[in-house]
């Protein structure tokens, strides 16, 4: 499956911004979604996860702040960031793979297909 994320950009903090991330080739109903971002300097990081039953998990840094969500109608996940803090100024990158098991599904190795990233500024 081919992943084009979106809706990046610059915002002052306490701001919200909502990434999306679409999907082509793939049977996306039966995809495990994610995203994922990296900061400068720092290693990739697990953001948040939908599973094909519209499971949802969360990293303890943006559990009630962000929302994913997915729409099977459209093949397109999104990212929804409220209250956004300088510290979430990263590259997010969405991902997807049809086997992604429980254990991995926080784990860059989860997922064998990845977008091609966009850039979240968040100014203080």
């Known amino acids: 499956v081919q992943l084009q994320a979106s809706g990046g950009g610059l915002v002052q903090a306490g701001g919200s911004l909502r990434l999306s991330c679409a999907a082509s080739?793939?049977?996306?109903?039966?995809?495990?979604l994610a995203w994922f971002r990296q900061a400068p300097g720092k290693e990739r990081e697990f953001v948040a996860a939908?599973?094909?039953?519209?499971?949802?998990y969360y990293s303890d840094s943006v559990r009630g702040r962000f929302t994913i969500s997915r729409d099977n109608a459209i093949d397109t996940v999104y990212l929804q960031m409220n209250s956004l803090k300088p510290e979430d100024t990263a590259v997010y990158y969405c991902?997807?793979?049809?086997?992604?098991?429980?254990?991995?599904?926080?784990?860059?190795?989860?997922?064998?297909?990845w977008g091609q990233g966009t850039l979240v500024t968040v100014s203080s």
């Open positions: 939908i599973r094909y039953n519209s499971h949802t």
């Open positions: 080739g793939g049977s996306f109903r039966q995809y495990t």
């Open positions: 991902a997807a793979d049809a086997q992604t098991i429980l254990s991995s599904i926080a784990m860059t190795r989860g997922y064998k297909s």
